[in-house]
């Protein structure tokens, strides 16, 4: 797994030639370490995907039993 600070230089090392090839990759940088891998501890120290697949598979909470 790739260290945050790694993952800043990566991204500040890096010359783009563009604004666009700077958003894709600073995109992807986010999407790819920080949403799947990166632990959260408001989230029970999970990634946030692994959280809401957990989330999902729960069964909702009813609130009242009036329909």
């Not at 090392?13 to 891998?37: L, M, P, S, W």
Request: glycine share 4%.
């Amino acid at each position: 797994m790739m260290e945050r600070s790694s993952e800043l230089e990566r991204i500040w090392q890096r010359d783009y030639a563009n604004h666009t090839e700077a958003i894709c990759d600073i995109t992807e940088c986010i999407v790819g370490f920080y949403n799947n891998k990166r632990l959260h501890s408001k989230l029970g120290n999970l990634p946030p995907t692994v959280y809401e697949r957990a989330m999902a598979s729960k069964s909702p909470i009813e609130v009242s039993g009036i329909s």
